[in-house]
């Protein structure tokens, strides 16, 4: 992290709130690219992903070192997801409220649903896939094929160099393709 994210915290800490949305936006794919990687879900890391900054923007004050920001605010956003979890079990056991009989003559939009389960299934076994890689790849990964970030973003981000990001992405791309199933690992997937 950077003399300037250490300042950046520093100021939110005394209530700058304009400092606090540049944190925001310095981290926020970081932050999602590891909630999504565990949901699963871009709507679902979405709403975990408010939810850890409003979090972290509430409770920044008690942040004793600025330097340790970022493992900081992936530990509220690891502990949302946990919670979030917890909820949705607790919903789970709970009875399903009775569904309208109206929505089931509304034709559903998207693909035929054969079509979006092949698809969901697939997306699954990627992201077990990318789950199962050592952490120095499965984040740079994320970060660059999930969240879309760029390379001098995520250098920024995990705190490397242009070529070592670069080293990261191909061995773990390689990695990746190593562990996925041959109909999903060849060149048209």
């Given at each position: 992290m950077g003399d300037t994210d250490t300042a950046l915290v520093a100021k939110a800490r005394n209530g700058d709130r304009a400092a606090f949305e540049e944190l925001v936006r310095r981290t926020s794919r970081l932050v999602f690219a590891r909630l999504y990687l565990e949901t699963g879900s871009v709507p679902q890391a979405e709403d975990l992903l408010q939810e850890t900054y409003l979090l972290a923007f509430r409770s920044i004050r008690r942040l004793e070192e600025p330097g340790g920001f970022r493992p900081w605010l992936l530990t509220i956003a690891h502990n949302?997801?946990?919670?979030?979890?917890?909820?949705?079990s607790r919903r789970k056991r709970s009875t399903p409220a009775r569904s309208d009989e109206g929505l089931a003559k509304v034709p559903a939009s998207g693909p035929p649903p054969d079509e979006a389960a092949l698809r969901q299934e697939s997306r699954q076994q990627v992201l077990a896939a990318l789950r199962s890689l050592p952490e120095e790849y499965r984040l740079p990964l994320s970060l660059r094929y999930l969240s879309g970030a760029d390379y001098d973003t995520i250098s920024e981000q995990l705190g490397l160099t242009n070529g070592s990001?670069?080293?990261?992405?191909?061995?773990g791309?390689?990695?990746?393709?190593?562990r996925l199933p041959a109909d999903l690992a060849g060149p048209g997937a």
């Amino acid at each position: 992290m950077g003399d300037t994210d250490t300042a950046l915290v520093a100021k939110a800490r005394n209530g700058d709130r304009a400092a606090f949305e540049e944190l925001v936006r310095r981290t926020s794919r970081l932050v999602f690219a590891r909630l999504y990687l565990e949901t699963g879900s871009v709507p679902q890391a979405e709403d975990l992903l408010q939810e850890t900054y409003l979090l972290a923007f509430r409770s920044i004050r008690r942040l004793e070192e600025p330097g340790g920001f970022r493992p900081w605010l992936l530990t509220i956003a690891h502990n949302v997801l946990i919670d979030s979890a917890r909820r949705d079990s607790r919903r789970k056991r709970s009875t399903p409220a009775r569904s309208d009989e109206g929505l089931a003559k509304v034709p559903a939009s998207g693909p035929p649903p054969d079509e979006a389960a092949l698809r969901q299934e697939s997306r699954q076994q990627v992201l077990a896939a990318l789950r199962s890689l050592p952490e120095e790849y499965r984040l740079p990964l994320s970060l660059r094929y999930l969240s879309g970030a760029d390379y001098d973003t995520i250098s920024e981000q995990l705190g490397l160099t242009n070529g070592s990001l670069r080293g990261l992405l191909h061995r773990g791309l390689k990695m990746l393709r190593d562990r996925l199933p041959a109909d999903l690992a060849g060149p048209g997937a």
